[in-house]
């Protein structure tokens, strides 16, 4: 079955094929590591986390690499302001280095704990900083970057098409440019090199051609991309906020480098919403995953929620819904339970599963699919069956799920999966005499459109 994915270059729907046949490459914007990763993040990367395992689930093997962003990203997207890392710094009273080390180890908890697939390869900028220099290097052997007091900047002036990705008015920027604009030349242009102030010395600098600094934060992806995935790769992710500026600018020095735009798809997840504003760490206060936790959710009744809303589509956030999720999964896991193993899976709903999922990721229709199964008349085991079939991409862990084991003692269990093949054979005083045999052990049963739900007397 065809896979078709949203490219946000083409704004057009496209057939994916991959570049190579051995392999499908993958490369994610990381996250900026100077504090925690707030839920809006994380639903950026639960989209990444169901584009890998829709890939896998169509039979490809799939090079993910994921960045993690410890320097250069400054507070403007406009080269202005402190470096994010430096600023942490400050705020926490740690190194930048320290912080960098505790807040990626928190960014990876976060990804455990919403059950998303470890990359094939992290790589840090700091790791990284010779590959970015030769890359500036050859930027400036070609003609494409300019010296100013406060660092190296690309020229974006010598690209017609510079802006392609979203679409920028770049004669209407031109107009507006303000008389205080520095010494760069065009609104566009962005650095590539940061100098180190001359009255004060930055905890993370380096010595290079042009002089001690540090890298801008746009060049470390093309430089690592194309040292893990090659200057030609299949998909490039990153939130709908990357469109405009860094993604704009990764494929600016790519093209100047290689002659390519990076990437043969640009795909991006958009923006969640808090009280209709776009949650945001700027103002210091956002929601973590943690605070979801401390609020008695679970974190993948998160991600449950993040399956209901499609990935180009903003998202609204309340916790009532949050808690409407955190029910619903519930009621999937005790259905779940409920069935007999055994079985093997419906092959139509798995086609249509399918269908759906490889329709850019439609995750809210496939998710209908899941309840149609539930609810469907399909012998119990074949239910389970099938739904064992769409976890690999749902990521639900229902088969995991410890805290059913520990609340329903074996015995229990055993009953009402037996229960439920004498429903399906239609033995209806059996059916009732486990039920009775069940209570007697103190628990009571209701038959649901969503399978039967046991609980204590």
Known sequence: MHLYLYDTYQRALRLFEPIHTDHVGLYCCGPTVYDYAHIGNLRTYIFEDLLRRVLTFNGYAVRHVVNITDVGHLVSDADEGEDKMEKGSHRTGESAWAIAERYTAAFQDDMRALNLLPPTTWCRATDHIAEQIDFISTLEEKGFTYCTSDGVYFDTSRQDSYGYLARLDREGLQAGIRVDSGEKRGPTDFALWKFSPADAQRQMEWDSPWGRGFPGWHIE??????????????????????????????????????????????????????????????????LRLQTLIDKGFEPLSYRYLCLSAHYRGQMSFTLEALGSAQVALNRLREAYFSWPTGGIADAKFVERFTAEINQDLNLPRAMAIVWEVVKSAVPAAVKRATLDAFEPVLGLQLAEWRDREDSLPAEVLALVEKRQQARQQKLWAEADALRDQIASLGFDLEDTASGPRISKH
Not at 221 to 240: Q, V
Not at 263 to 272: E, K, S
């Open 221 to 286: 992806c093309s430089a690592m991309s194309a040292k893990f995935l090659s200057p030609w790769f299949d998909i490039h992710c990153g939130g709908e906020d990357h469109i405009a500026v860094h993604h704009n600018n990764e494929i600016a020095q790519t093209e100047a480098c290689y002659g390519t735009r990076l990437a043969n798809f640009w795909m991006h997840g958009y923006f969640l919403r808090l009280n209709a504003e776009k949650m945001s760490k700027s103002s210091g206060e956002f």
